[in-house]
């Protein structure tokens, strides 16, 4: 069955880029609803905006969705992440500007709001899109690949020059609530160098160095350092996974991401469609529902205990 939450939720924070507060609103919806933003702000023209991949602009920094009338929302993948590891298909999320809250850098508080506001089962049958053969894209040394699996695999590696990231690779079944236990926690990174270029042309203005991790050679500026050693390759997951939820569905297959960004995942499910002979709907069955990223995470309203 497809979920949606049992009540609204909000989150009150400021967007990385912009630094602008900003105030969103997570709201139930019904079967087939999807994932929509909804800019409360925008009133003389469509403020609806589909959190799907056909309607994203390549940006290096973060995943930016906009509507054929030139309406966007930005650094939208740490929600879509959170959404995902929280198995909840359908929600209008009304967003008064233009960038969702950075918050903790991480999913973890989205997840949070989600948990408490627990989910609700819709009487429409929830569809997947199962890989049928690999599909691959490339741009020098970076590398984003689908192909088939039982279920949903990330499987990731980084190479930076910082020691203090260095070589690292994690992969994972997304299962049985993998993202809530390994994943949601991790917080964006960037290097010094980064930041002092960003701020430099108006970005970051809203990053701080506890909402992102920020490093400089082989140390970690953040105070109170890294969550986990390997914190930037999980977070780059949780991009993935945030980034792979714009297929507007499900993903059976198993992703392969070296060095790979927002921009690349997003050319990845361009090549998936693209390719008929790539993918098909399939109905979950109850079994594979169970091992899709956000099953049994959150209680459900009106649903017995498993
Ligand atoms: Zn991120």
């Not at 702000?41 to 054929?68: F, H, M, Y």
């Not at 999980?234 to 714009?246: E, F, W």
């Not at 499910?269 to 079994?287: G, I, M, N, Q, V």
Request: glycine share 10%; aromatic share 4%; net charge negative.
């Amino acid at each position: 069955m497809q979920m949606t939450i049992a009540k609204p939720v909000a989150f009150e924070g400021v967007g990385l880029h912009t630094g602008a507060p900003v105030r969103m609103v997570l709201h139930p919806a019904p079967s087939d609803h999807g994932i929509v933003f909804r800019r409360t702000d925008i009133t003389d023209r469509n403020p609806r905006i589909a959190a799907i991949w056909d309607r994203v602009t390549p940006s290096k920094l973060c995943t930016l969705i906009e509507n054929e009338d030139g309406v966007s929302v930005s650094t939208i993948e740490h929600i879509m992440a959170a959404l995902v590891g929280a198995g909840v298909h359908n929600t209008l999320i009304e967003i008064d500007g233009p960038e969702v809250p950075i918050l903790d850098g991480s999913s973890a508080e989205f997840v949070a709001g989600i948990q408490a506001a627990g989910l609700r089962a819709l009487s429409g049958a929830l569809r997947a899109i199962r890989v049928l053969k690999p599909v691959e894209v490339r741009e020098g040394e970076a590398v984003a690949r689908l192909e088939p699996a039982a279920s949903l695999v990330i499987d990731f590696s980084i190479d930076f020059a910082d020691a203090a990231i260095g070589k690292q690779e994690k992969r994972l079944n997304m299962a049985n609530g993998a993202f809530v236990r390994e994943l949601m926690d991790s917080r964006t990174f960037c290097r010094q160098a980064d930041v002092d270029f960003m701020r430099a042309n108006g970005l970051a203005l809203g990053g701080t160095y506890e909402n992102a991790v920020v490093v400089d050679g082989d140390k970690v500026l953040s105070p109170g350092g890294l969550r986990h050693a390997d914190e930037p390759v999980r977070h780059k997951m949780l991009d993935a996974l945030g980034d792979l939820a714009l297929a507007g569905a499900p993903i059976l297959g198993r992703y392969v991401g070296a060095r790979a960004g927002h921009a690349m995942t997003n050319r990845l499910l361009r090549a998936l469609f693209a390719d008929p002979e790539a993918w098909e709907w399939e109905t979950c069955s109850p079994a594979q529902a169970y091992s899709l990223p956000g099953a049994g995470v959150c209680r459900a309203a009106g649903l017995a205990a498993r």
